[in-house]
């Protein structure tokens, strides 16, 4: 299975990364991974033109940056796996611009032509964040649903790693974690 990985988080050594690459780690004997970095991309805020709603047929997009050549990947993928440090209760703003830009993966929405790239594609949410999950990871759970039901995509699992404060920190609670999500993933763990 190829399993794409996406880490929102601007700190390539921070908590979301050492979450995430437990996870890799875990699966990589059994299924391929392809890893993006999104920060370290170049990912433009959607302009709004909506000109990408003229090419059903592939991604399409006025800006030429890295967010077309993402979406292909994901295109490629049998899952993908958003992973991101929660900001403020929601994606930080470097997820949430590819976030805005997945509109160019649907298109006819609303009318008999709705159609996606993604349709059927298996999603997954994983989460650290500094506080608890009641009251707080709770928004990003129903934003992320809601991005996956426009672009037909069926979200397989939310995974929210609470009371993250150091990756030197990030132990037991954070493994029982991983584990279940590679066992409800991939079969793996
Ligand atoms: C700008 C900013 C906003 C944050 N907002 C929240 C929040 O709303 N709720 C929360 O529990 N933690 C919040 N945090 C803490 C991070 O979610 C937490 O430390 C996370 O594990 C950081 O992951 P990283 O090391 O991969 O960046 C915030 C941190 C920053 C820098």
């Known amino acids: ?46 302009l709004g033109c909506r000109t990408c709603q003229n090419t059903p047929a592939e991604p399409g997009c006025v800006q ?6 993402i979406f292909r990947r994901m295109m490629d993928a049998d899952v993908v796996l958003y992973a991101t440090p929660l900001y403020c209760w929601c994606f930080p703003s ?15 929405y609303g009318t008999p032509d709705y159609q996606s790239l993604l349709k059927g594609k298996r999603t997954v949410l994983l989460v650290t964040c500094g506080g608890p999950v009641e009251d707080n990871a709770d928004l990003i759970k129903v934003v992320f649903s809601r991005m996956n039901s426009y672009v ?14 150091t990756p030197g920190a990030i132990g037991p609670q954070a493994e029982a974690i991983v ?3 590679a066992g409800d993933i991939v079969g793996v763990g």
């Open 94 to 108: 470097q997820m949430k611009a590819l976030i805005d830009r997945s509109f160019c993966l649907a298109t006819g």
């Open 64 to 69: 030429k940056d890295d967010a077309l050549p």
């Open 1 to 46: 299975m190829r399993v794409m990985t996406i880490l929102g988080s601007p700190r390539n050594n921070g908590n979301t990364a050492k979450v995430l690459g437990m996870f890799e780690r875990l699966i990589a004997d059994a299924h391929e991974v392809d890893r993006v970095n999104v920060t370290a991309c170049e990912v433009k805020g959607c």
């Open 152 to 165: 037909q995509c069926k979200v397989v699992g939310n995974y929210i790693v609470p009371f993250c404060t």
């Open 179 to 181: 584990k279940k999500m």
